[in-house]
T-cell receptor
Framework: NAGVTQTPKFQVLKTGQSMTLQCAQD?????MSWYRQDPGMGLRLIHY???????DQGEVPNGYNVSRSTTEDFPLRLLSAAPSQTSVYFC????????????FGPGTRLTVT | DAKTTQPPSMDCAEGRAANLPCNHS???????VYWYRQIHSQGPQYIIH???NNETNEMASLIITEDRKSSTLILPHATLRDTAVYYC?????????????FGQGTRLTINP
């Protein structure tokens, strides 16, 4: 199993550009989520999904869109990048039928200039 | 979800047991205690979780007090690779919802 994979590892954007951060898992997990981590801070939840076709907002959803068309993939879209979105982004997945552990991807380091 | 309080930093000598405390005085009866760690800039790694009973796995032990208001994560023989930020998280399990709320965690440094 590859686990949770994220691409790209690094990205630099100019203010106003859009892009999609990719996240995929091969463990047949129902639950997937996106977090951001700013320097010296804990992770904050952006959006999450409990299954294909179902998404919901987390703690800091503004400026981000998600969709879940398949169980495996959960892309995060930045509509119009802003410097405040400079952060490290982590994707996570887990089974949802019990209090299971979450598996995290290696992260995408995004810089918006 | 209940709030948690952890010391911001701790040190431990290599080979000794590292005991990381967590206070969760407002925990309710159906909330689980989870521990994750984050090594440098990597994605968080699950360590262990429990509800009422003490738990042990290949990585660590989790000791939960009888009143459930605090817990301790024990790394029995700490190595340099255990240097990381450790997060204690308390949350209710609701089928389908696995949201985790991360605090600041404890930065554990293992010294040679």
């Amino acid at each position: 199993n590859a686990g949770v994979t994220q691409t790209p590892k690094f990205q630099v954007l100019k203010t106003g550009q859009s892009m999609t951060l990719q996240c995929a898992q091969d463990m047949n997990h129902e639950y997937m989520s996106w977090y951001r981590q700013d320097p010296g801070m804990g992770l904050r939840l952006i959006h999450y999904s409990v299954g294909a076709g179902i998404t919901d907002q987390g703690e800091v959803p503004n400026g981000y869109n998600v969709s879940r068309s398949t169980t495996e993939d959960f892309p995060l879209r930045l509509l119009s990048a802003a410097p405040s979105q400079t952060s490290v982004y982590f994707c996570a997945s887990s089974y949802s039928s019990g209090p299971y552990e979450q598996y995290f991807g290696p992260g995408t380091r995004l810089t918006v200039t | 979800d209940a709030k948690t309080t952890q010391p911001p930093s701790m040190d431990c000598a290599e080979g000794r047991a590292a005991n990381l405390p967590c206070n969760h005085s407002t925990i309710s009866g159906n909330e689980y205690v989870y521990w994750y760690r984050q090594i440098h800039s990597q994605g968080p790694q699950y360590i262990i979780h429990g509800l009422k009973n003490n738990e042990t796995n290949e990585m660590a032990s989790l000791i939960i007090t009888e009143d459930r208001k605090s817990s301790t994560l024990i790394l029995p023989h700490a190595t340099l690779r255990d240097t990381a930020v450790y997060y204690c998280i308390v949350r209710v399990f609701i089928q389908g919802a696995q949201k985790l709320v991360f605090g600041q965690g404890t930065r554990l440094t293992i010294n040679p």
